[in-house]
């Protein structure tokens, strides 16, 4: 097999594995921020679909693939037709420049893989 990232499917078996052992081991400041995280992306004042696409937007920027590969799912979760997070990618090129460009083909690569998945519709 190829590298755990290669596929959407072994981005999430290693993503579970890996927290299990993190919050296994029981450090108290690493659980409760992992806690916040998750919390975080709840709704509240803005709903779940805004706070992806500004998880989204923000991990474009800060170029992190196991960032935007986890947004990008989430935001096929909570229903984004693919103009939308086209629209999403596009503000996260401007804000972030020409580097991010490499990291956007990634992120069409998995929408492209979650799609091909039964992951919602493209269209709106």
Known sequence: MGHHHD?????????????E??????????????????RAY???ALDVRTKEMLGL???LVLRCDDCITYHVLKCVEAGLTDPEIHEVFSIGLVVGGS?????LRRAV?????ARAQGGGQALA
């Open 7 to 19: 596929s959407i499917e072994g981005f999430n078996a290693f993503r579970s594995e890996m927290n």
């Open 21 to 38: 052992k993190i919050f296994a081991a029981g450090n108290l400041t690493t659980n409760r921020f992992f806690n916040l995280d998750t």
């Open 42 to 44: 709840e709704a509240g």
């Open 57 to 59: 937007v923000a991990s």
């Open 99 to 103: 580097i991010v460009i490499p990291h």
């Open 109 to 113: 690569a998995r929408l492209e893989e």
